[in-house]
């Protein structure tokens, strides 16, 4: 039988003031590299729609 659930509650985190500033920074720059990584793939996937549906293509002339 399994035992029953116990619930904990955090009060209080005590962070170093220059390790939250060091995380945050550390942060911003690994959100670079992922930015481009995303947006390779939303591209790739924008690619794969615009090559299935025509999505994007102009169609008869431009007046």
Known sequence: ???P???TV????DIPFGSLVLFFVKAALAAIP???IVALILAFIGWIFR???GFGHMGGMMT
């Open 1 to 3: 039988m399994p035992e």
């Open 5 to 7: 659930s116990s619930r």
């Open 10 to 13: 955090l009060t209080d985190i």
């Open 34 to 36: 992922a930015t481009f």
């Open 51 to 53: 090559l299935l549906f």
